[in-house]
Structures are given as structure tokens and as C-alpha cells.
């Protein structure tokens, strides 16, 4: 059984939360407690970094979109960066690709969207 790993930095931009390994069925309940724990800092900006990241169950999917309904209720934002062709194609499949703005990269997901002019 591989493990997962959540670690979290603060950028200016927003806070990086870099998951790596698998987020199988039997590290969900890993992953939520760290989510947990980070939704209790009320970030206006979370990037996901999947750049690390083998595989996610839909129970992972779930924990994300879970901490994704938290935020954005907040009046923050999600974005997923880096993420592996085989992990965002988990997301296309579940129909949720559309429900995160996903970046090729952390920098990208870090930089403010244009102002409206």
C-alpha cells in the first residue's frame, strides 16, 4: 500500500497544499483530517498541487470537493495545478474538471486572474 502526504505552505498569492502519493480509498481518511485542519485557516486562495499525486479514488475526489464547497462558501477560491494526465483525467471522468480551475502549473494557479475592464 502506498501513503499520501499533504503539505501545506503559505505563498503572498494563497496558501499551496502539494498531495502526493495516493489518495486511495485507504488514505482518504488521512487526507480529510489535513483538509480539515487547513479549512480552519479560512484561505481565500487554495492551490492544489497534484504534481506528486498517482492516483485519486472518488472518495478523494470527494474530500476535495468537499474542502472546495467550504472555501468557495468562504468566499475563496480552488485551483488545481500540476496535476498528472491519469489524475485529471479521474477528474474529467467524475464530471468535476469543470468545478476547479485547473493550471499547468503552481505559478499559473498563483497568478490573479486579469482585472475586468
Avoid at 35 to 57: G, M, N, Q, W, Y
Avoid at 72 to 90: E, N, Q, T
Wanted: glycine letters at 8%; charged letters at 20%; proline letters at 6%.
Amino acid at each position: 500500500m502506498t501513503g499520501i502526504t499533504v503539505q501545506a505552505s503559505q505563498h503572498p498569492s494563497g496558501l499551496i497544499v502539494k498531495i502526493a502519493g495516493d489518495a486511495g480509498v485507504e488514505n482518504v481518511p488521512v487526507l480529510e483530517r489535513e483538509l480539515t485542519r487547513l479549512s480552519a485557516t479560512h484561505p481565500k486562495l487554495v492551490v492544489f498541487d497534484l504534481s506528486e499525486l498517482d492516483f485519486i479514488a472518488s472518495l478523494g475526489m470527494g474530500a476535495l470537493m468537499a474542502f472546495r464547497k467550504g472555501v468557495v462558501r468562504a468566499g475563496g477560491a480552488v485551483r488545481i495545478a500540476a496535476a498528472k494526465p491519469a489524475v485529471l483525467d479521474s477528474f474529467k471522468r467524475a464530471a468535476l474538471k469543470e468545478l476547479f480551475n485547473t493550471c499547468s502549473t503552481v505559478d499559473e494557479a498563483l497568478t490573479p486572474p486579469p482585472a475586468a475592464t
